[in-house]
């Protein structure tokens, strides 16, 4: 309430609160007064080693700031706050997890279209594969998104807030109106896409349609592949086409959404043929 953060951020923390407590609950501790600075550590460092550490430092934002939310309105004496501490995270360090063309191809193909689920979700996958679309912004797509006389998708994006502008391509043109005059079943939402089951209404904020991307991976023979198995897999690999393609960095940002460019640089590690034009010979190494 103090920091105005959104639905989804109230819930997320919610579920890492619930997940610490039942930590506490594993290791003997049933009383907010008897946690101790090294039990917090512990939690820290010990408990959450199998995530990937951005997920381990949201960990550590959550608790830490929970214990200080809790000092501040006696419920606890003192303030462990700090006891929480973040995970060291060095920026750009890892690497974009892509798909080939054909990948991409092979899972837009496998989709059912004469079925009014596999027009959603055909959609769905159609507009994080061409725009990078996050999930949010999938979810919340509504019919008065969509400027067809001026073939243009003009949203504002959830997780920013900031506009977006997108040219609506004629593919993903096709497949929004066959989901909308043979798929999608009556409701008083304005959102496109809807769940199919009574009541038919948007997905949950917390709801990434994981189901809908991983049907596509096992039809696609790829359910076993490593590295992410979400829609997010479909942005990054068109983020990594585009510069490929030699698409400049803010070009590539302004499609994707991206706030600062830093966001998007994590893509040049990729483009290998690029580097190797920056490259340092042996020869000029030794020299």
Known sequence: SHRGVSEKTVSKRAFQLDVFTRYLERVGVTAWNDVKASTIRAFITNQLTEIKPPTRLSYAGTVRGFHRWAFMEAVLER???????????????GLPDILSDDEVKALLQT????TPIGKRDYGVLLLAARYGMRPSDIRQLSLDHIKWRRREIAMRQSKTGRPLLLPLLNDVSDALIDYLRDGRPETGFRNIFVRHLAPHEPFSPNNNMPGIFRDALRRAGMENRCGRKGLYLLRHTLATRMLSAGNSIKTIGDVLGHVNLDSTLIYTKVDLAALRTVALSIEEMLK
């Open 79 to 93: 303030d462990l706050s700090n006891a929480a501490t973040p995970v060291r995270q060095y920026r750009l360090a």
């Open 111 to 114: 989709v059912d279209r004469t």
